[in-house]
């Protein structure tokens, strides 16, 4: 079991939507990128889909807008930690 005050971050935040809510404390935020491709001078869109740990304190549904953290590994496909909603669905 986790306990989410003993989690310490470190490293990069990023800001994504939670596409997918349906493991037990596990969200799946989806991150849309533009790069840019030289060779054909052209800009390409991107999806990048992050398994975040979810507290119960803070509970991110499908639909919200949330900021994650990098923090040690928690499972084998967990190394993040929603720390914040910043924007509920249907808001």
């Given at each position: ?41 052209r800009y ?48």
């Open positions: 079991m986790v306990d989410e005050s003993s989690i310490k971050t470190r490293g990069a935040v990023l800001e994504g939507k939670v596409v997918r809510d349906r493991g037990k404390k596990t969200v799946i935020v989806q991150r849309d990128l533009v790069s840019f491709v030289p060779k054909y001078e390409i869109r991107k999806r990048s889909k992050i398994a975040a740990h979810n507290p119960e304190s803070i509970d991110a549904k499908v639909g919200d807008w949330v900021q994650i953290e990098e923090c040690r590994k928690i499972s084998k496909t967990k190394a993040w930690i929603v720390t914040k909603v910043l924007r509920r669905a249907g808001e």
